[in-house]
């Protein structure tokens, strides 16, 4: 499965940005998330879909992004709102069969990641 990430800009304090994550293979299995990583800071779970539908979020983003996933296209999507300046990162989407846990180390495929600012 090959991931490529898309979405990302610049946006003010406040504002949306939906965010796409295509595979080039089936998804449907497949337990999907994003991680974040800020400048000078280690990457961070945001938010995993997992192959039976069921969606946990980090608290830091709970009630302001959205995860969906649509099979028949093979993408996932994150729609993030009430932007802060803190949610500035490389946004990256990582997969792995079944599973669908939060630590990094138990995806086996990863998107290069695209960058979202938010100014204030």
């Known amino acids: 499965v090959q991931l490529q990430a898309s979405g990302g800009g610049l946006v003010q304090a406040g504002g949306s940005l939906r965010l796409s994550c295509a595979a080039s293979g089936r998804t449907s299995g497949y337990s999907m998330s994003w991680f974040r990583q800020a400048p000078g800071k280690e990457r961070e779970f945001v938010v995993v879909?997992?192959?039976?539908?069921?969606?946990d979020y980090a608290d830091s983003v709970k009630g302001r992004f959205t995860i969906s996933r649509d099979n028949a296209r093979n993408t996932v999507y994150l729609q993030m709102s009430s932007l802060k300046p803190e949610d500035t990162a490389v946004y990256y989407c990582?997969?792995?069969?079944?599973?669908?846990?939060?630590?990094?180390?138990?995806?086996?495929?990863w998107g290069r990641g695209t960058l979202v600012t938010v100014s204030s």
């Open positions: 879909i997992h192959w039976t539908g069921r969606i």
């Open positions: 990582a997969a792995q069969a079944i599973g669908g846990t939060r630590r990094m180390d138990d995806y086996t495929y």
